[in-house]
């Protein structure tokens, strides 16, 4: 069974930080592309960030030089570094993993961490 858990949300002033943890069991982590997506009250879920299995990142225009996404395949974790919050950072944060071939299409969610920036 293939499980996504983040963790670390929570609520910041902006200009703070935050990190977050997303810990993965049931698949072959090294494999897959991990996400980091969100999705705000009346928006669409839009890429915060993305890590390839070698590494390869891509962000969101919104957050590059504020966030960092990075990987550890010994613990089955990816991270979300974010720097200099803004109100509009203000979401639900959802963990994806994702892998694509000619045979596998595979895509797995977690359940989601509320991030409110907020004085």
């Known amino acids: 069974q293939v499980q996504l858990v983040e963790s670390g949300g929570g609520l910041v002033q902006p200009g703070g930080s935050l990190r977050l943890s997303c810990a993965a069991s049931g698949i072959i982590f090294s494999m897959y592309v991990m996400g980091w997506y969100r999705q705000a009250p009346g928006k669409q879920r839009e890429l915060v960030a993305k890590?390839?299995?070698?590494?390869?990142?891509d962000y969101g225009d919104s957050v590059k030089g504020r966030f960092t996404i990075s990987r550890d395949n010994a613990k089955n974790t990816v991270y979300l570094q974010m720097n200099s919050l803004k109100p509009e950072d203000t979401a639900v944060y959802y963990c994806?993993?994702?892998?694509?071939?000619?045979?596998?299409?595979?895509?797995?969610w977690g359940q989601g961490t509320q991030v409110t920036v907020s004085s």
């Open positions: 994806n993993a994702n892998r694509r071939s000619s045979f596998i299409n595979d895509d797995y």
């Open positions: 890590i390839t299995s070698g590494a390869s990142t």
